[in-house]
């Protein structure tokens, strides 16, 4: 398996644009999470699924920013309108389920809004 | 609410020292631990974990990390680092137990000298 696999690795867009960034799980696995890192507050959980189904959102920061699994093996989060305050790299990742002891990270997707 | 503190921002060692990296974690009760390692421009990796048990766990390249409950830490240790070990590490506490609800602390960033 390739792992947990992000994209775009890399995105610059401008403030106000609409910004979707992707993640797809490792196959089987039935959990996956959105982190946000910043020079400012580090690693953060945004939100996390299990089975397709949001579980806790309590770590997405505002109304702007949305997440969904349209399907077991894919996830997309979606900020709109993106703000420069936004700029951070975002890590998805996977567990095989819900109680699973390790959780495997996505290489990131680097966010830059101007 | 759960914490994690590692109060060392950047660490430099030199190739063969020794290393210890301290991380101190706030929580009711046994917390599940975790240290991450974060090699630039990639993703989270798993080095090793702690559920309970014996208090010194061993990981993956040669780490290991004891958990002090009356000191409540995590410190992670290696006996002889290497250049490849130069990364920034993560100490991470599970706030659900098992539902890998990852709090992070900020991070530590590791420099090894020739």
């Known amino acids: 398996d390739a792992g947990v696999i992000q994209s775009p690795r890399h995105e610059v867009t401008e403030m106000g644009q609409e910004v979707t960034l992707r993640c797809k799980l490792i196959?089987?696995?039935?959990?996956l999470f959105w982190y946000r890192q910043t020079m400012m507050r580090g690693l953060e959980l945004l939100i996390y699924?299990?089975?397709?189904?949001?579980?806790?959102d309590s770590g997405m920061p505002e109304d702007r920013f949305s997440a969904k699994m349209p399907n077991a093996s894919f996830s997309t989060l979606k900020i709109q309108p993106s703000e420069p305050r936004d700029s951070a790299v975002y890590f998805c990742?996977?567990?095989?389920?819900?109680?699973?002891?390790?959780?495997?990270f996505g290489q990131g997707t680097r966010l830059t809004v101007v | 609410a759960q914490s994690v503190t590692q109060p060392d921002i950047h660490i430099t060692v030199s190739e063969g020292a020794s290393l210890e990296l301290r991380c101190n974690y706030s929580?009711?009760?046994?917390?599940?631990l975790f240290w991450y390692v974060q090699s630039p421009g990639q993703g989270l990796q798993l080095l090793l974990k702690?559920?309970?048990?014996?208090?010194l766990v061993q990981g993956i390249k040669g780490f290991e990390a004891e958990f002090k409950r009356s000191q409540s830490s995590f410190n992670l240790r290696k006996p002889s680092v290497h250049w490849s070990d130069a990364a920034e590490y993560f100490c991470?506490?599970?706030?659900?137990?098992?539902?890998?609800?990852?709090?992070f602390g900020q991070g530590t960033r590791l420099t090894i000298n020739p």
């Open positions: 702690y559920f309970s048990g014996d208090t």
């Open positions: 196959s089987g696995h039935n959990s």
């Open positions: 990742a996977s567990t095989l389920s819900l109680g699973d002891t390790e959780a495997f």
């Open positions: 929580y009711g009760a046994t917390p599940y």
């Open positions: 699924f299990n089975n397709n189904v949001p579980i806790d």
């Open positions: 991470a506490v599970d706030a659900l137990q098992g539902a890998q609800k990852l709090v």
